[in-house]
C-alpha cells in the first residue's frame, strides 16, 4: 500500500513539475529569444519568441487598439465637457496666468527673452509706423474719388453751415476795426493818393479842391458805416455760403497736386507714432501694466479662453486626431522599442497573472500525474 502511495505522489510530482515547467517555457518563448537561432544554416524552430517575431504587426495592432478604443474623441469630449474638469482647468489656467501677470520683470524684458527681440521700443515703432502707413495710404486712395461731402462728418458740415454767418460778421468786425484804427486810416491815406494820382488830369483837380487829411476824413466814416450795412453782411455770408458749397462737391483729387501725398502720410504717421507711450510701456513692470485689468483678466478673460478653448477642441476633435495620426505615432514609438523593454512593460503588467499561469500548470500537471498513477495502480 505504501508503495501505491509513493508511486501517486511520485507521478503527481512529476505532472506539477513538466506543467509549471511548460507553462513557464511557454511564457518565456513569447518574447525569448530575442533574435532568430541557427545551427548552421538550419534555423532553430520558434526563434525568434513570438512578440519579437510580430513586434510590427504588435505596433500596428496597438495603434488602432489606441485610437479606436482608449484614446478616441468621443471619450476625449466627453472628459473635456465633464464640469468638473472644466472647473479644475479653470483654476489651474487661473493660477498659472496670475503668476505671469504678477511678474516684476520689465515689458521690454519680457519681450527680449520671451520673443527675442533686441530693441522691442525700435521693432514696435517700426511696426506701427509700417501699420500706419499702409492704413492711412490706403484710405487716401479710397478717398480720392470722393467728395469733401462725403468724407466729412455731418455734424461736421452742421457745425460750419451754422459758422458762415459769425464768420461774415467776424469778418467785417476785423476790416471795420482795422479801418477805424490809425494804421488803417494811414493804409486809406496812402490808397486815396495812389487812386489821384493813377487818375492823372482829373486826380490833380480833385486834389484842388480836397487836402489829403479831409478826403481821407469824409471817406473813412463812409467807408465805416457802409459795412455796417445789413446788405454788405448778406452778400459776404451768401459769397462764402457758395465757396462753401462748391468746396464740399470738390474732389478730395483736386487737391491732389496741392500738397505731397507722401511727406503728408508720413508725416501723420510720424505724428502718431511719436505720441505712443511706447518708451513708458516699456519700462513698466507686467504688473503695474496689468494691475488695472488683472482682475478681470483672471476671473473673466480666463474662463472665458479655457471654455472657447475647450469648445473649439471639443468641436475639431476629430478631424485634429486625424491629423495627428495617432494610430501612426503610437506604432512608430512600439517599432523603437527594444524586445526587453517591450518584455518589462508587459511583465510589469501581468506578471502576477503569469506567475498564476505558471502555478495553474503545476497543478493541472499534478492532477494529471494523480490520475495517471490512479490509472497506473488499477490497471497493475
Known sequence: MSSIIITILFMIAIGAVIGGFTNSLAIKMLFRPYEARYIGKWKVPFTPGL?????????????????????????????????????????????????????????????????????????????????????IETKLVNLKSKELAEILPEKTQERIDGAIEPIADLILTKISDYIASSEGKNKLSVMIDRYLADRGTLGSMINMFFTNTRLVDKVQPELLRLLKQKDIQNVITTMLEKEWQSLKETKLETFEDKFDSEELVQGITNLIVNELPIQHVMNLSLSEAIEPYKQRIVEDFVPRIVDAAGQYLSQNLQPLMEQLHLADVVKSQVETFSVGRLEEMVLSISRREFTMITYLGAVLGGMIGLIQGIIITLLG
Open 51 to 135: 512578440i519579437p517575431k510580430r513586434r510590427d504587426e504588435l505596433a500596428v495592432q496597438l495603434g488602432k487598439m489606441v485610437v479606436e478604443h482608449l484614446l478616441t474623441a468621443e471619450g476625449i469630449q466627453q472628459k473635456m465637457n465633464d464640469p468638473v474638469f472644466k472647473r479644475t482647468m479653470i483654476e489651474y489656467a487661473q493660477k498659472e496666468v496670475l503668476k505671469l501677470v504678477e511678474s516684476d520683470e520689465k515689458i521690454e524684458d519680457l519681450l527680449k527673452r520671451g520673443i527675442h527681440l533686441e530693441n522691442p521700443e525700435q521693432e514696435i515703432r517700426l511696426k506701427a509706423s509700417t501699420y500706419l502707413t499702409k492704413k
